[in-house]
Nanobody, 115 residues
Framework: QVQLVESGGGLVQLGGSLRLSCVAS????????MGWYRQAPGKQRELVAS???????NYADSVKGRFTISGDNAKNAMFLQMNSLKPEDTATYYC?????????WGQGTQVTVSS
C-alpha cells in the first residue's frame, strides 16, 4: 500500500508562483514513475509532468518552460514548481505514482489562478 499526500495549493494571481509537494509513504526510488496530474471541472485528468526513476522528466506542452518537476529521495517527496501561472492552470492537482504495476493517487490540492 502506498500513501501520497499533496500540499501547497492555493489562490494566486496571474503570473504568480506556487510550489506543490507530494510526500510518499515509501522511498520514491521504488516508483517506476511519479507524476503530477490535474483535473479542471468538466475535463479529464491530464498529465502535467512526470519524473522516472532515472531522473528523466516529461512535461505537457502547455506547461513547458513554466513548471519544473523534481524529487528528493531523502524526504520521500516530489515537487512541482509552477511559475508564470495562468487562469487556465486552475485545477485540482494530483500526485500519482506507479508501484509494482499499480497506480496510486493522492487526495489532490486545489490551485486557483485569478486574472
Amino acid at each position: 500500500q502506498v500513501q501520497l499526500v499533496e500540499s501547497g495549493g492555493g489562490l494566486v494571481q496571474l503570473g504568480g508562483s506556487l510550489r506543490l509537494s507530494c510526500v510518499a509513504s515509501r522511498n520514491i526510488f521504488s516508483f517506476l514513475v511519479m507524476g503530477w496530474y490535474r483535473q479542471a471541472p468538466g475535463k479529464q485528468r491530464e498529465l502535467v509532468a512526470s519524473i522516472a526513476t532515472g531522473g528523466t522528466t516529461n512535461y505537457a506542452d502547455s506547461v513547458k518552460g513554466r513548471f519544473t518537476i523534481s524529487g528528493d529521495n531523502a524526504k520521500n517527496a516530489m515537487f512541482l514548481q509552477m511559475n508564470s501561472l495562468k487562469p487556465e492552470d486552475t485545477a485540482t492537482y494530483y500526485c500519482g505514482a506507479n508501484h509494482l504495476g499499480l497506480q496510486y493517487w493522492g487526495q489532490g490540492t486545489q490551485v486557483t489562478v485569478s486574472s
